[in-house]
């Protein structure tokens, strides 16, 4: 993924603490896969998935099922959406910031499966390629622990 500038202010630790707080427990599927949030920029955020028996898919190879893998990507990349609405709108209170995530909703997402996802640990991360007024578009990368690249996804959101 390419890299962007980062803002020349850092957001405050209650809004990664709120932004967390909504991906982790209050998307109640987040925490049915066991969606952790590892970091949040306005340019990047990251995230993990630590395999369980109830995610399988294929029972003979103890692949990570691929909802469980889409679920992840779109989550990250709403994630990815609201850092980068944060960024936008530093004057707002951090109140006003996290209340646009009810307004945020997936239009298009895409993903492509490109190895088994067999592992313990698998890292997800996403970033904004264009955020406008109504519609942002997002890329996103699902690797396995070693780094290998095992899917990957674009998709669209309406933020408005």
Not at 1 to 9: D, Q
Not at 58 to 78: E, K, N, P, Q, W
Request: no cysteine; glycine share 10%.
């Amino acid at each position: 993924m390419t890299r962007r500038t980062p803002s020349a202010k850092p957001f405050e630790p209650e809004f990664v603490e709120g932004l967390t707080d909504i991906f982790e427990n209050q998307m109640v599927f987040d925490r049915v896969i066991g969606l952790k949030v590892v970091s949040i920029a306005p340019e990047r955020v990251t995230g993990r998935i630590d395999m369980r028996p109830d995610l399988v898919g294929h029972f003979a190879y103890r692949r990570l099922h691929g909802g469980v893998i889409s679920t992840g990507l779109d989550a990250m990349a709403g994630l990815a959406v609201m850092a980068a609405l944060g960024a936008r709108h530093m004057d707002e209170t951090i109140a006003q910031r996290l209340a646009r995530f009810a307004r945020l909703g997936t239009i298009d997402l895409r993903v492509d499966f490109l190895r088994p996802a067999i592992g313990d640990r698998f890292e997800l991360s996403a970033e904004v390629m264009r955020i406008g007024s109504r519609v942002a578009s997002t890329r996103m990368e699902f690797r396995g622990a070693d780094g290998t690249l095992l899917s990957t996804g674009t998709a669209a959101y309406i933020v408005s």
